[in-house]
């Protein structure tokens, strides 16, 4: 069964920088693109950014163009969202998960606090 795990995520200031982590178990990630994902309070879950199988193709939401990275390492079956210039409103739950996420579950996700 696959699972993901997702980590890295926490209290940041206006301005700041954040690395998630997200750690697939089973054999699925190296064969699927995969796709980071939030939920701000009150909103429904969006698209953040998605990668190719291979990482050599990406793709942002507009909101958060030049200021993330989405990058892959299927050696350890690891997905990770390089987060800079975090915004008020960047601050959500950051999940991973295939970029069709109705065949998987969720993971519990980790909260991203954008604050002064």
């Known amino acids: 069964q696959v699972q993901f795990v997702e980590s890295g995520g926490g209290l940041v200031q206006p301005g700041g920088s954040l690395r998630l982590s997200c750690v697939a178990s089973?054999?699925?990630?190296?064969?699927?693109?995969m796709a980071w994902y939030r939920q701000g309070p009150g909103k429904q879950r969006e698209l953040v950014a998605g990668?190719?199988?291979?990482?050599?193709?990406?793709k942002y939401t507009e909101s958060v163009k030049g200021r993330f990275t989405i990058s892959r390492d299927n050696a350890k079956n690891t997905m990770y969202l390089q987060m800079d210039s975090l915004k008020p409103e960047d601050a959500a739950v950051y999940y991973c998960?295939?970029?069709?996420?109705?065949?998987?579950?969720w993971g519990q996700g980790t909260q991203v606090t954008v604050s002064s």
């Open positions: 990668i190719s199988i291979g990482g050599s193709s990406t």
């Open positions: 998960n295939t970029d069709n996420p109705t065949k998987f579950p």
């Open positions: 089973g054999s699925i990630f190296r064969v699927v693109p």
